[in-house]
């Protein structure tokens, strides 16, 4: 009884939309194919955010190529059958179509999805809603819907001035010893609070090249972004996110201004920081010059992924001066092998029976998901987090 019944059986999530922000809730439907009847405890929704870590240790014979995933949020629903933490009495469902709605708030504390790094080292946390058929004595079915958690900063926080302007001198060597003089930059960036679906950055690089021996060819803006996991396998990893080269040509004892624009846009990850991981920025003006050393100035930045219009979330905490990355009090890491959150009770009665009879027992507990915690939805041109193709690991 049951061990072949995964086989005769399948189930396929849906939610209304691929991108969310903390808080919003989180509706859609479990469709469930059934072709011939079979034995169940219960049909479960589970909301998931999971970890994935790679890394490589050794080299030659000795290489190792190491994953971890880690599940450190888990919401349950169940829609039929048998509670999670209940007996595990099993009845049959007969063969038929079946739409279960569902829906959960995601939690307002979530953390937002992010994939840094790329080849042997990654960081990567990654949101899915999961439907599952809990067999008895035998395997259970199982499918996923992946979607991103989108982060937001308050209006107040994206509107206010964040313009800098950072002047400092470097010395430039060739072959690490010889002396090439000196050069001056004078940086100015006209955002350090940015979104990433409306934002684009102004630069300005005042260059002084009148004690320099070398040329400068470009100046290359970079904005680095480095993903800390702080449990587990602790593991730091950097890619560039965006690069803009500006050509120029400032010859020795000239100077120059310089001017470009660090257009953002795709799906980045967001700043935060937690008890879980971090995610930082930093943007990094180089000047290219030949044959010496590229000296490069360093500005944080606070990355978001939109601008939450209603601006009910909390203003960040301010960590270094006029850059605040954000404190998100992250949920409570879990154990792989962890016992899952309280049950949720499923959306009431009723649901949709396209063909077949409904399952018996269905839970009909009046459930109303939580309040929005943003109160508009989030941009749906980030549909997909994913790193540049030039992203790289150190």
Avoid at 76 to 88: D, L
Avoid at 187 to 216: C, F, H, Q, W, Y
Wanted: proline fraction near 10%; charge should be neutral; glycine fraction near 6%.
């Amino acid at each position: 009884m049951g061990l072949f019944d995964s086989f005769r059986c399948s189930v396929q999530p849906t939610v209304q939309r691929t991108t969310f922000f903390p808080g919003n809730v989180i509706q859609g439907a479990l469709q469930v194919k059934v072709d011939k009847q079979i034995d169940f405890v219960a049909i479960r929704v589970y909301v998931v955010g999971a970890l994935f870590q790679k890394w490589v240790t050794g080299s030659g014979k000795t290489r190792r190529t190491h994953r971890l995933t880690t599940i450190i949020s888990k919401l349950s629903i169940t829609v039929a059958g048998q509670p999670e933490n209940g007996n595990r009495n099993s009845q049959p469902l007969p063969a038929g179509n079946y739409t279960y709605p569902f829906a959960t708030m995601l939690p307002p504390n979530s953390l937002p999805s992010f994939a840094v790094g790329s080849g042997s080292r990654v960081n990567q946390l990654h949101y899915y809603v999961e439907g599952m058929i809990d067999i008895p004595y035998g395997f259970d079915k199982t499918n996923v819907a992946p979607f991103v958690v989108l982060l937001p900063i308050p209006h107040g926080m994206w509107h206010r001035e964040t313009s800098i302007t950072k002047p400092n001198s470097f010395a430039v060597s060739c072959c690490c010893c010889i002396s090439k003089g000196s050069v001056s930059i004078r940086t100015s960036m006209s955002k350090t609070v940015v979104a990433l679906d409306r934002d684009s950055v102004n630069i300005v690089v005042d260059i002084d090249n009148s004690k320099g021996e070398e040329p400068v060819d470009a100046v290359v803006v970079n904005l680095l972004c480095t993903a800390t996991v702080k449990f587990g396998h602790q593991m730091s990893v950097t890619s560039r996110q965006f690069t803009n080269r500006i050509p120029c040509k400032v010859a020795p004892g000239q100077s120059q201004t310089v001017q470009g624009v660090l257009q953002l846009g795709g799906l980045a990850p967001a700043s935060f920081a937690s008890p879980i991981a971090d995610c930082e920025y930093i943007a990094q003006v180089e000047l290219d010059i030949p044959w010496a050393t590229d000296p490069s100035e360093k500005i944080p930045v606070f990355v978001a992924h939109s601008v939450d219009t209603s601006n009910v979330m909390p203003t960040p905490e301010q960590r270094f001066g006029q850059f605040a990355p954000m404190m998100e009090n992250a949920p409570p890491m879990m154990a792989p092998n962890f016992v899952s959150f309280n049950d949720v009770a499923g959306p009431p009665p009723p649901f949709a029976v396209v063909t077949g009879q409904p399952v018996p027992n269905m839970p009909g507990a009046n459930f109303v998901p939580g309040a929005f915690f943003a109160t508009q939805a989030p941009p749906q041109n980030l549909a997909e987090c994913r790193d540049e193709d030039d992203c790289h690991a150190t």
